[in-house]
């Protein structure tokens, strides 16, 4: 099983769309979650870090349950520039300081 | 931009030849982690240097070696190529090696191994 593990998708949706995409990890010592961006060819970007409480920022939300060691991201009103593949990151906080990164959830949004 | 650099941006090697593969790091960041990320997938952990110790490794074999200098810029080495060694080969700096300091990548070094 892997240690973090996404739906590959693609998802293709409209402009305007809601899109939601999930993850989830199999080690319950996990510390700390992030969502990064990755466009084609181009390095990882931090989106967002995700607590436990939720968070919000602009159209992105990120929820995070521990019990169920199940993260989500949640994309509304879709732009086209929202096309990227959505990384789930997982820190579990052992020397190292290692992300443990999920495969990826290609996300295409058409006009 | 994060301010992490990396060079070459592309590489060819043949099997069995050896790479080395640079990154400076973001501006007061003292720590540098590798990560390796094959076509299709997710970036996976080589390892990760702390004030020019290393500080952590992922499950890769010692053909890949590393090191940080002592203005925190990093190298990593792999010795003996393989052509599954072929992928794009990222660095990420950060402030520190806890688990809340943002790692920031660079652009990465495509390395293709025929």
């Known amino acids: 099983r892997k240690e973090v593990e996404q739906d590959p998708g693609p998802f293709n949706v409209p402009e305007g769309a809601t899109v939601a995409f999930n993850c989830t990890y199999s080690n319950s010592a996990s510390q700390s979650f992030f969502w990064y961006r990755q466009d084609c060819r181009k390095e990882p970007k931090l989106l967002m870090s995700?607590?436990?409480s939720g968070n919000e920022d602009g159209r992105f939300t990120a929820q995070l349950n521990r019990a169920s060691q199940y993260i989500s991201l949640l994309i509304r009103d879709s732009k086209l520039s929202d096309s990227a593949t959505y990384l789930c990151v997982v820190n579990i906080g052992n020397a190292g300081n290692m992300l443990t990164f999920g495969g990826g959830t290609r996300l295409m949004v058409k006009p | 931009e994060t301010g992490v650099t990396q060079s070459p941006t592309h590489l060819i090697k043949t099997r069995g030849q050896q790479v080395t593969l640079r990154c400076s790091s973001q501006s007061g960041h003292n720590t540098v982690s590798w990560y390796q990320q094959a076509l299709g997938q997710g970036p996976q952990f080589i390892f990760q240097?702390?004030?020019?110790?290393?500080?952590g490794r992922g499950n890769f074999p010692p053909r890949f070696s590393g090191l940080q200098f002592p203005n925190y810029s990093s190298e990593l080495n792999v010795n003996a190529l393989e052509l599954d060694d072929s992928a794009l080969y990222l660095c990420?700096?950060?402030?520190?090696?806890?688990?809340?300091?943002?790692?920031?990548f660079g652009p990465g070094t495509r390395l293709t191994v025929l």
């Open positions: 990420a700096s950060s402030l520190g090696r806890r688990s809340t300091d943002t790692q920031y």
């Open positions: 240097y702390y004030r020019e110790e290393e500080n």
């Open positions: 995700v607590y436990s």
